[in-house]
């Protein structure tokens, strides 16, 4: 034996180097291009720009520059604005609970030196001189004094050049550009009034110039929202809510165009969506989305901001009353446009007459505010959402709202061993009833079935789209006129990035340049007429599912086509497509539940028919 092989290990906790701790800190801010932009862009606007240009090279991989005209640093602080918690923002903790400006931890600069080669470019209004700096790995590699325009110029290089690991882990250069994109949008629709442009590989792909909030809307979601915007406009003293909501027309199949800002920060928030979907109850079909830009804004201390730095989420202070005027603001503004028909209560005079409202909240006037008047008409029989004094009760409805129904059991059996062969169908004379356009009754030997249609449909196509592939495409029904069309930017850069499984499943689309698309034929489900309507309607279900990372995006799409042509309910069938569809599906691997776990049919057996009865 060697004894050198034998180390002495005695202590063993080391120092990390300031590069790798930086680094490991950095991931935690800078997790792919598109944040940087976030974080670069908030920058541009906290520095009181107006006009921000991005500027970006390969979906942000080899570059992102943001050109400001904003009040630039002085010498000093460019150099201190790269080192970790350097902010100009914030001077005392109290300070952290009246963020006014989009920034305030100090670490974005530092995120983004240790992670990437950085060039800074800025001067003051007062300077003749301005400031130039290269960083790279977070060490400064030239400071210079160097002529400049004012306001700061950021370049961000080569992201993760020193981390390969994390290079490789960033997705195609479609999906990257869509998450810049995403972020441009909601800075540039927060700010309306600064002027804001967007270039890709020196294409420029948005100029945004200043202008109303609305105007800004309708440069950013289209045109199609002119004329179909309703303004929202409550002021209190507790919290200011205003913004537009789409007429109900504008309603999409998936949650598409559903911006909510507080304090002009960008939020993701299913609670207060949920206000939003309510006060449009009954106006929209179901199963169908409301649009909408929604600013929220209060007293900073009413919220808390400081949670992880990339997360779209904020406390509120009380949920329940921003809850309460989300939903009663918007259902005002729909009534004055006429789109709601009558309104069950005057918003304004009420809600200012509130303790909560302009008091001091304690918990004192949290319990008054729950016994007012106002807070009693909003659990009135036309509101949706029920303020009750149970604390866990209120969420029970919310909760309702997004859980998918579990398989159902009956005979104590569980459903995935319920699979029945069809044979044992066809060997009773099977009789086939449609009942309400929506069930098929059947029975079998062993007693009887009730099959839900839409669902049965979308399994046996499920099936069906699932066995095609690259090499054994499914059949696909010609266009006698191809059908050219044009897409929203992300819609397009999203369908680009879609292109290939698109095709797997029996679309022939081709790129046509500026966003715009031609179809020469479809899978032989969806019928002519339908083939525009149908793509688009695949693309906003796709979005739907986007951030589940479960699925590939062929298993999405395959899901997603499967749903949208599955025959619906409340659609008359013959015998003939009744009997068709169940020889279908019971021809399928998993006849008895859809792709998402909902049954497909329920089986009624004679013994269990017989116990109900007594007769067991
Ligand atoms: P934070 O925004 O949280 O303060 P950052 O790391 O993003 O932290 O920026 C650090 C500081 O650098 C800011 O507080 C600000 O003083 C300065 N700074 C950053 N970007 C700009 C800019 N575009 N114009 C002027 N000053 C800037
Ligand atoms: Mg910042």
Request: glycine share 0%.
């Given at each position: 034996m060697n004894p050198f092989n034998k180390i002495v290990v005695t202590d063993i906790i080391e120092l990390l180097p300031d590069s790798i701790a930086n680094q490991i800190a950095a991931g935690e801010v800078i997790q792919r291009p598109a944040s940087a932009v976030k974080e670069l862009l908030e920058n541009a606007v906290d520095a009181g720009a107006t006009e921000i240009k991005l500027l970006i090279v390969d979906a942000g991989k080899s570059l992102v520059s943001v050109i400001d005209n904003g009040k630039g640093m002085s010498e000093t602080d460019a150099r201190m604005a790269f080192e970790r918690h350097a902010t100009s923002k914030i001077k005392k903790i109290d300070d952290l609970f009246s963020i006014k400006t989009m920034g305030f931890r100090g670490e974005a600069l530092a995120s983004i030196a240790a992670v990437a080669q950085v060039e800074l470019k800025t001067k003051r209004e007062k300077d003749e001189l301005g400031t130039c700096i290269e960083i790279e790995n977070s060490v400064v590699k030239n400071q210079e004094p160097c002529a400049t325009s004012i306001g700061t110029t950021i370049s961000m290089k080569n992201l993760f050049f020193n981390v390969p690991a994390r290079r490789n882990f960033l997705k195609s250069n479609a999906s990257e550009m869509k998450h810049i994109i995403d972020e441009f949008i909601r800075v540039a629709m927060s700010f309306p009034e600064i002027v804001f442009t967007l270039s890709s590989n020196g294409q420029q792909i948005y100029y945004l110039e200043a202008g109303s909030l609305k105007q800004r809307i309708i440069q950013i979601l289209g045109n199609n929202y002119n004329a179909k915007l309703v303004s929202v406009n409550e002021q209190t003293d507790y919290l200011n809510i205003y913004g537009f909501v789409g007429k109900p027309e504008t309603a999409k199949k998936t949650r598409g165009d559903q911006y909510f800002f507080v304090n002009n920060r960008f939020i993701k928030s299913a609670y207060l969506n949920h206000a939003v979907n309510t006060a449009f109850e009954n106006m929209l079909a179901k199963d169908s989305f409301p649009s909408y830009v929604l600013f929220i804004d209060l007293d900073p201390s009413q919220i808390d901001i400081n949670v992880h730095p990339t997360k779209q989420e904020i406390k509120f202070e009380d949920e329940k009353i921003v809850y309460a005027f989300v939903q009663a603001a918007i259902k005002h503004a729909l009534a004055q446009f006429s789109i709601a028909p009558s309104l069950d209560f005057t918003l304004n005079a009420d809600i200012q007459n509130l303790d909560a409202v302009h008091k001091p909240f304690t918990t004192e006037h949290k319990q008054q505010a729950t016994a007012s008047n106002l807070f009693k008409t909003f659990t009135g029989?036309?509101?949706?959402h029920k303020i009750e004094p149970n604390e866990k009760s209120e969420l029970k409805h919310w909760k309702d709202f997004f859980t998918t129904r579990p398989i159902v059991e009956i005979n104590n059996e569980p459903e995935v061993e319920q699979k029945i062969q069809y044979n044992q169908l066809q060997n009773v004379e099977s009789l086939f009833i449609q009942l309400h356009k929506t069930y098929i009754l059947t029975t079998n030997q062993a007693g009887f079935l009730l099959v839900h249609q839409q669902h049965a449909h979308e399994r046996v196509l499920y099936e069906k789209y699932s066995a095609y592939s690259h090499n054994k495409q499914i059949a696909t029904q010609k266009n006698l006129f191809p059908i050219t069309f044009e897409l929203a930017t992300p819609d397009a850069i999203l369908l680009e990035d879609l292109m290939p499984e698109i095709i797997t499943i029996g679309y022939q689309i081709e790129p046509f340049g500026n966003n715009t698309f031609i179809i020469q034929g479809t899978p032989a489900d969806v019928g002519t007429g339908n083939e525009k309507h149908s793509l688009e309607l695949l693309l906003e279900q796709f979005k739907h599912f986007s951030s589940d990372i479960k699925y590939s995006k062929r298993e999405k799409l395959v899901r997603c086509i499967s749903r949208q042509q599955a025959i619906k309910a409340g659609t008359t069938l013959s015998i003939t497509e009744m009997q068709n569809l169940l020889e279908s599906l019971f021809q399928c691997t998993t006849p008895n539940v859809t792709p998402t776990g909902n049954p497909t049919y329920i089986e009624f057996k004679e013994d269990y028919l017989d116990r109900m009865f007594g007769k067991m």
């Open positions: 029989k036309h509101q949706a």
